[in-house]
């Protein structure tokens, strides 16, 4: 293991534990009040409308068909599989959750491996949201310890994914923790998933999801019947950090310890693109009354490294493309009534090209100091008429900082379930909303 590493875990060392054990002590003291299930019933509430919604594209359709092809028979599906199926769909539309510090989507690969594990043993709502705030603490705290150099190569989610899925699991399956500690160890051996999709736009993105989940349960599982697995995954000499993470902090896996749950610190997105873009969004959203019909001379956009690493798309040729392209967004931003699924069609796409060629971004300061922290950005519009105006935000909209209302969630969820062509979106809603109280996991009838 590197000098750093050694030296950042050497309290835990010193106690002769690993540091998933160190997690896993961490997040089974932590309380549990009703605002936290609450929260978890949201963000669940989110997910699954995601997933729903996740079948009416492209990807969604090819994972459909592969997933009857495979179910020929009345026998119910494995946990896994199906959380397998559950993470693809999640994870399409670009409407999901993200926690800024770890840059990773929990929400898609937690809750359908908690969904799908908590269906088969029938296990009631306060069950399923105590294993969704477990998985959420373990894939972002993981996450918050990668480091930048990691994202760069490594797709968070789908690295530090199953952390969080196995400890999801674990928590359903009543492990204990030393069970646990063996399914984060198998869990982390399977941390896989590389951007290099991105210059093609293939849909290794919904592959990424669906294993994350699947893994980690895959583990949970295994570790249920004694199958053990490496304490030191993380810290070890051949583990994740030295392997895949050369500028790890590993302190950030056990700090903060009393900090209230990461889902609460985790963002919901408001627009059906890459959360890089949302900062600019929301600002060029501010702008467009005020521009008015006049005609745009230049576009600049400052914002961080990571936004330029991911998004950085003059053009954009497909509806995928163009949700990973801050030029598109903040044309379509700029000259569009809303910023939603269309935004991101053919349609929209040549309306908004020739803006798109004249929108410049930087990575600047302050937002690229404050990046991972906070995710922010600034637009600034040249109009023909000499007239300069200018927007900017700190954060995005739905992070915690800059949260949507509980209604707005509720109408975000109802407007993906639409999507999704869901028939009676009220059960579902009022289904997970009462899982707080102990109630049963509405059907969700996937495929």
């Known amino acids: 293991m590197m000098s750093s590493a050694k030296a950042a875990s050497a309290s835990i060392a010193e106690q002769g534990k690993s540091l998933t054990e160190g997690l896993v002590g961490l997040i089974r003291r932590k309380p549990v009040a009703s605002p936290d299930l609450e929260s978890a019933a949201l963000f669940t509430l989110d997910a699954v409308a995601n997933i729903l919604a996740g079948r009416n594209s492209a990807p969604g359709k090819v994972l459909l068909a592969w997933w009857q092809d495979k179910s020929r028979s009345n026998v119910a ?16 539309l670009e409407t999901d959750d993200l926690h800024r510090e770890s840059v990773v989507h929990p929400g898609c690969v937690v809750v359908p491996a908690a969904w799908a594990l908590a269906e088969r043993r029938r296990a009631d709502g306060r069950a399923l949201l105590e294993a969704v705030l477990h998985g959420f603490e373990a894939t972002t705290r993981v996450g918050m310890a990668v480091g930048p150099a990691h994202y760069r190569i490594w797709h968070n989610t789908a690295t530090c994914g199953p952390y969080g899925s196995a400890m999801a699991g ?10 646990a500690v063996h399914a984060l160890g198998n869990a982390g051996s399977q941390s896989a998933g590389l951007w290099q999709f991105l210059e093609t736009g293939a849909m290794t993105k919904h592959l990424h999801a669906g294993h994350a989940a699947e893994a980690g349960l895959k583990a949970a599982l295994l570790a249920s019947f004694g199958f053990t697995g490496p304490a030191r995954i993380l810290e070890g ?36 693109s890459c959360r890089h ?19 745009i001379v230049s576009v600049e956009v400052d914002t961080y490294q990571a936004a330029l690493d991911v998004c950085d798309r003059p053009v954009a040729t497909s509806d995928y493309e163009a949700k ?25 796409r040549d309306e908004c090209a020739a803006l798109a060629l004249k929108v410049a971004i930087h990575a600047r300061d302050p937002y690229r100091a404050a990046y991972p922290k906070a995710w ?21 909209k739905g992070d915690p900082e800059a949260p949507l209302s509980r209604d707005a969630m509720v109408a975000k969820a109802r407007m993906l379930l639409a999507h999704g062509g869901v028939g009676e979106p009220d059960r579902i809603i009022d289904g997970i909303m009462e899982l707080p109280s102990g109630g049963a996991l509405p059907d969700l009838e996937i495929a």
């Open 170 to 179: 674990a928590a359903l399956l009543g492990l204990s923790d030393e069970a």
């Open 277 to 295: 873009t949302h900062p600019a969004i929301d600002a060029a959203e501010e702008l467009r009354t005020a521009i008015a019909g006049r005609e």
């Open 324 to 348: 990973f392209s801050l030029q598109h967004a903040v044309a379509a931003a700029l000259s569009l009534p809303i910023v939603d699924f269309e935004a991101f069609g053919a349609a929209a």
């Open 77 to 92: 599906p494995d946990p896994e599989q199906l959380a397998f199926l559950m993470g693809g769909l999640c994870h399409i």
């Open 237 to 272: 000499e051949k583990g994740f950090f030295r392997a895949a993470c050369p500028d790890a902090d590993p302190d950030a896996v056990l700090r903060a310890a009393d900090a209230p749950w990461q889902l609460v610190r985790t963002s919901i997105k408001p627009w059906p």
């Open 376 to 396: 922010g950005a600034e637009v600034r519009v040249r109009l023909r008429d000499g007239s300069e105006i200018s927007a900017r935000r700190e954060n995005a």
